[in-house]
């Protein structure tokens, strides 16, 4: 019953701005971790940004600088604010969520279905 939305893709221009969102719906218990991952064309899917629930983040070093993850705990939703976007950022974009449903519960990792994310000029 655990759902993973997210919203904010589509096409920009090089050097342009995105901001994704992730809503998590269904019943849980807590979230600890919330994450961006994104899979390119060819490529295997990477992490992008994560966040833990202290707002501790950590960041690929080819998006450091440019993109920003936080999270509204009160909403179950986790942002990724892309800034100065680079034609490489061309991908798929996914959600990510480490979470107890019940707390007798193991984190279990749940997925979004993703969001296309195209820069191009």
């Known amino acids: 019953q655990v759902q993973l939305v997210e919203s904010g893709g589509g096409l920009v221009q090089p050097g342009g701005s995105l901001r994704l969102s992730c809503v998590v719906s269904?019943?849980?218990?807590?979230?600890?971790?919330m994450a961006w991952y994104r899979q390119a064309p060819g490529m295997q899917r990477e992490l992008v940004a994560g966040?833990?629930?202290?707002?501790?983040?950590n960041y690929a070093d080819s998006v450091k600088g440019r993109f920003t993850i936080s999270r509204d705990n009160a909403k179950n939703t986790v942002y990724l604010q892309m800034n100065s976007l680079k034609p490489e950022d061309t991908a798929v974009y996914y959600c990510?969520?480490?979470?107890?449903?019940?707390?007798?519960?193991?984190?279990?990792?749940?997925w979004g279905q993703g969001t296309q994310v195209t820069v191009s000029s």
């Open positions: 990510n969520a480490g979470l107890r449903k019940y707390f007798t519960d193991s984190i279990k990792d749940y």
């Open positions: 966040i833990f629930s202290g707002a501790t983040t």
């Open positions: 269904g019943s849980i218990f807590s979230i600890n971790t």
